[in-house]
């Protein structure tokens, strides 16, 4: 494997006024030695200000967050870090790596949860490069190679988890956004560290049931959410029941047996559990007739 070395590099604002006097005074030499028609020394100031003029090809730009990756010949030989007008070798490439935070959103796909149900998914990653060697010379393309990982994660990680929990305390894709987000990041960060590069956050940007079973999907989010809702009104007027025939029985007004205060149980559940509003019946005889 190879890691990143960083390789320092002189300044080129302190390179510049040295290399331009050089090349002044040369190209004075050059003519003037020509003029007087001195060969010898004409055709030294001549190669001195060529190989003068190859030395100013050693200046160059670091930006910052970015990383310029040397080589020599095809030989690894460091990165500079250090921004602003660098200069070093002149035989040196320089292949500039930007390190600033970047985002990929990858497309909808469409897999299958642990319950086996289509579902479609996606997410957002917010990554950025930390091993400029890595990234040039480990993997092909870098940048491709983000793309491709993070898809596979995010498959991978749908078919660990269902759409929704059916028993509690169980992580779900819709009900356990900060667990989902953390087992991501991790599983992408695993992938893409060979890669040199640092995952700074990940997190589902869609997920959604896949048309063909969307309808059917819906119906059953709907029925649980009324049978959610009858439960508790039921546990709500059998408390107000209870409390009721409590208050009852301890006044000294009101006297009732046992099948008086089954009739008021069920007309009491009868209001308080309905979803219109109950039609009171006026008895005109006794509660027996």
Not at 42 to 57: E, M, Q, R
Not at 79 to 105: C, K, Q, V
Not at 130 to 159: G, H, I, M, P, W
Not at 213 to 233: C, D, S, W
């Amino acid at each position: 494997m190879i890691q990143e070395i960083r390789r320092p590099t002189i300044s080129g604002w302190a390179m510049l006024p040295l290399l331009l006097a050089a090349l002044g005074f040369l190209v004075y030499t050059t003519t003037s030695s020509f003029r007087v028609e001195a060969l010898l020394p004409g055709f030294t100031s001549l190669l001195l200000l060529l190989v003068v003029a190859f030395c100013l090809n050693g200046l160059f730009v670091v930006n910052p967050n970015e990383g310029r990756v040397l080589q020599l010949f095809g030989a690894y030989v460091g990165t500079a870090h250090d921004p602003g007008l660098r200069w070093t070798n002149p035989f040196y490439s320089r292949r500039p790596i930007s390190m600033r935070a970047r985002n990929f959103e990858s497309g909808h796909l469409k897999v299958n949860d642990a319950d086996g149900n289509p579902i479609e998914i996606a997410a957002v990653v917010v990554w950025r490069v930390v091993d400029t060697a890595e990234a040039c010379f480990v993997v092909d393309s870098y940048e491709n190679y983000v793309k491709v990982q993070t898809e596979s994660a995010v498959r991978n990680l749908a078919t660990r988890y269902p759409y929704d929990a059916h028993e509690e305390h169980q992580l779900s894709l819709r009900g356990s956004g900060t667990e989902v987000a953390k087992g991501l990041k991790t599983e992408i960060q695993e992938r893409l560290t060979k890669a040199g590069v640092e995952v700074i956050e990940a997190r589902l940007s869609h997920l959604a049931y896949a048309p063909e079973i969307a309808a059917a999907m819906l119906r059953r989010q709907q029925a649980g959410a009324i049978i959610a809702a009858r439960q508790k009104i039921v546990e709500g007027a059998v408390g107000m029941v209870e409390m009721a025939l409590d208050m009852l029985s301890r006044s000294t007004q009101v006297r009732l047996d046992e099948e008086r205060k089954a009739a008021m149980v069920s007309n009491l559940l009868v209001v308080l559990c309905a979803d219109r509003e109950a039609q009171p019946v006026v008895n005109t005889g006794t509660l027996y007739q």
